[in-house]
C-alpha cells in the first residue's frame, strides 16, 4: 500500500488534477454499466415485491429459499461440477497448442496463432449450434454410427452434461490458449539448453522446468476458464435440452419464465460470490507462485 | 591416440538457407586443464562452434573428440559439460543453491552429499551466504557467480563459457576476469571461452584462437598472437599497428612509401613486396637517424603511464605510444623523431612484385 502511494505522493497538484480528469470518463462507464446495476441487482435481491427493484420493503427470504432449497444447492454443485471439468479439459487440450505456438520459431507461428482463436470471430451460439448439429440424437457422429449399423438407438451425446460439458470446452479453449500465451513469458528456450546441458533428459527438463515456469499460465487460463464455464447460459441451456441446471440457467429461469426477480437476483449475488472468492484464493496462490 | 583433452577436427557448420557456412573447416586441441579463447568479430561463428561441442546445435560435418572419444552423437545431456550462458540462463523459480544443486539432483547424488558439494560450490564463489535468496534477487555479478558454481559443481570434463563477462559493468569484469580464471587454475578445467574482447583473450586464455568470418586465423599464445601475428587481419584485431607496406631494396631493409628505408628482421627476397607493421608501443622517441620518422605532432591522448600521439610523415600517420616517465614530453605541433629498432618491426607477409 505505502509502496503504491509514494509515487502519487510525489505529484504535483496539476498533475493529479490531470490523472482525475483523464480517469472521469472511465469512472463514469464503470459506474453507470457496472456499479449501478450491482447496485440494483443488490437491491433486487433483498426486494418484497417480485417486479421492482427498489419498490416494496426489504426481506432475506429469497436468501432464505436460495439458500435452504436443496434443488439451488444440487444446482450450485453441477456449476461447480461443470466449471471444474470444462476448465480441466479446456487447460488440458489447450496446454500443448499454447506450448507449441509460444516455442514455435517457425515463420507460420503468427498464422498459427491467428487459427488457434480464430474461433472467437464466431458467437458462442452459433458454435453451440455446431456442436448441437454433430452430437445430437439425429447428429453427424449418430446418424453415421446408425448407417454402419453399429447402434440402432441414437447415443445420448446432448441433451445432457455431456454435451454440454464437450461444447464449452471447444468454445472457451481460445480463451485458454490467449491466457496461456499471455502467461509463458517465462518460458526460454535457454533455460531448457542449461537444463539439458546440467544432465536433465527431454522429460526431466519438461517437468522441472517448463512445467513449473509455465504454472501461472496454466492458472490464469483455468480461471478464466472456470469463471466463462460457470457463468455460461447459452450453452447449457441449448446442449442441455433444458435437463442441464447450472446457476446461469437457473436465474435465467426465474427471471424470465417464473418472473421471480428478486429471487433470480439472489441467485445472482450467490454466483458472484461464488466467482468473487474463487478468483480471491487464486490471485493468492497465483502471487505466492510468482514471487 | 593423443594426450589431448578436448580434439576439434574440420567442423563446419552451414545453417539451413544459409550461403556460406558459419563455422568453416575449424580445427583445434586442447591438453587437459587448459584455457582457449575463441576471439572474433560479432557473427564469426563463436557461439556457433561453441554450441556444436555442447551439443546444442549439430554439426554440419567434422568431429569432436572428448578423451579420446568421438562424441558427435552424444545427446547435451550426457556430454557432461558445464555451460555458462551470457544472460546465465538461471532457473528464476528455484533458489540460487537449487540452482546449483540442479545438476547433482540429474545425477541422481543422494541427497546427503549433495548439500555440502552445493556449499562448497558456492563457497568457491564466494555465495556462501546466499544459498537460500532466490536467484531474481541477486546482482549482476552474483548471478553470473552462480551460473558458474552451477556449471563447475557437476566436475564437468569441460567449461564453456559464452562472453561471460559482457553484461558486467566494466570494475566487475575485471574482477570476475580474475576470479574466473582463479576458479579455472585452481579445478584444473579444461575451458573454452568466446569473447570479441582482446584485453580478456589476452589475460585470460593459455591460448587464444582468432577467428575471421567462420575460420581460425591464428591460433596460438597471447604473446605469439601479439607479437608475431600470422596475417594483418590478426594483427590489426589485436592491438593497434601501424601498417606499412613496401619494397624490399636489400635484405632486411624496405622502402617504404611516403616514409623511406626501413629495417626489419626477417628474411625477404630483394624486389618483393612485404608488408610490415609497428607496434605503437615499439616506437621511442630519438634524434634522427637510421630506421627514424621525423614529423610534426597532430593529435596527444594523455593516459596517465601512456601518452599517445599521432604524427605525420610524408602524408601519412604514425601513432605511437610513449611511457610518461620519459623525460620531457612532446607538445602538439612540436616535430619529433620516432625511431623502432628492426628487431621490433613485426613482418606479415610478402609477395613477388
Ligand atoms: N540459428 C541460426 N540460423 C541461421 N543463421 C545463424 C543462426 N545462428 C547464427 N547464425 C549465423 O551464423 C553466423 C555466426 O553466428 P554466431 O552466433 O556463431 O556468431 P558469434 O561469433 O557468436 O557472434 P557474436 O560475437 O555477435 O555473438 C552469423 O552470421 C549468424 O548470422
Ligand atoms: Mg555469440
Known sequence: MSGAAAPAQQMTGSNRYMLLILLVPGLLALMTTFLLPMVWLARASFSTSSMSAFGGGVTLEHYHAALTDPFYWKVAMNTLSLGVTVSFFAVILSYPIALFLTRSTSRWRGVLTALAVAPLLTSAVVRTYGWMVILGDRGVINSTLQSLSLTTDPVRLSNNTFGATVALVEILMPYAILAMLAGFGRLNPQLEEAASMLGASKLRVFWRIILPLSLPGILTGALLVFVLAISAFVTPRLMGGGRVFVLGTEVFQEATVTLNWPLAAALSVVLLALFSSVIVIYQRALRRLEA | ?353
Do not use: W
Open chain 2, 1 to 353: 591416440m593423443s594426450e589431448h583433452h578436448v580434439v576439434v577436427e574440420n567442423l563446419v557448420k552451414t545453417y539451413p538457407g544459409a550461403a556460406t557456412p558459419s563455422v568453416d573447416h575449424v580445427s583445434f586441441a586442447l591438453p587437459k586443464g587448459e584455457m582457449l579463447a575463441l576471439l572474433g568479430p560479432s557473427g564469426c561463428g563463436k557461439t556457433t562452434i561453441l554450441r556444436m561441442i555442447a551439443g546444442l546445435i549439430e554439426p554440419t560435418s567434422g568431429a569432436i573428440q572428448l578423451n579420446g572419444r568421438e562424441i558427435s552423437q552424444t545427446p547435451v545431456h550426457k556430454r557432461n559439460m558445464g555451460m555458462v550462458f551470457q544472460a546465465y540462463a538461471l532457473f528464476p523459480h528455484m533458489t540460487v543453491a537449487g540452482n546449483v544443486a540442479f545438476g547433482l539432483e540429474m545425477r541422481g547424488v543422494p541427497n546427503s552429499e549433495r548439500g555440502p558439494k552445493v556449499q562448497r560450490a558456492l563457497d568457491m564463489v564466494k555465495l556462501g551466504h546466499l544459498g537460500d535468496r532466490r536467484v531474481t534477487q541477486l546482482s549482476g555479478g552474483q548471478q553470473q557467480r552462480c551460473a558458474i558454481a552451477r556449471s563447475l559443481v557437476i566436475e564437468p570434463e569441460l567449461l564453456l563459457l559464452d562472453e561471460p563477462l559482457s553484461n558486467l559493468d566494466a570494475k566487475l569484469r575485471d574482477e570476475m576476469r580474475d576470479e574466473i580464471r582463479e576458479i579455472q587454475s585452481r579445478t584444473g578445467v579444461t575451458a573454452i571461452f568466446v569473447t570479441h574482447d582482446q584485453d580478456e583473450a589476452l589475460s585470460m586464455a593459455d591460448r587464444l584462437a582468432v577467428m575471421s568470418a567462420g575460420r581460425i586465423e591464428q591460433i596460438g599464445t597471447p604473446r605469439e598472437i601479439f607479437d608475431a601475428p600470422a596475417n594483418e587481419f590478426v594483427a590489426g584485431f589485436i592491438g593497434a599497428g601501424n601498417f606499412l607496406s613496401g619494397r624490399v631494396t636489400a635484405p632486411g631493409q624496405a622502402e617504404i612509401e611516403g616514409l623511406g628505408p626501413l629495417r626489419f628482421a626477417a628474411p625477404a627476397s630483394v624486389g618483393s613486396r612485404v608488408q610490415l607493421m609497428v607496434r605503437p608501443h615499439r616506437f621511442k622517441l630519438a634524434a634522427p637517424g637510421p630506421n627514424a620518422f621525423t614529423g610534426q605532432v597532430e593529435s596527444l591522448v594523455y593516459r596517465g603511464q601512456i601518452l599517445t600521439l599521432a604524427i605525420t610523415v610524408g602524408g601519412r600517420r604514425l601513432t605511437a605510444d610513449l611511457h610518461t616517465h620519459a623525460g620531457t614530453l612532446p607538445a602538439k605541433g612540436d616535430t619529433v623523431t620516432l625511431a623502432v629498432a628492426p628487431g621490433d618491426v613485426t613482418f606479415l607477409s610478402e609477395a613477388a612484385a
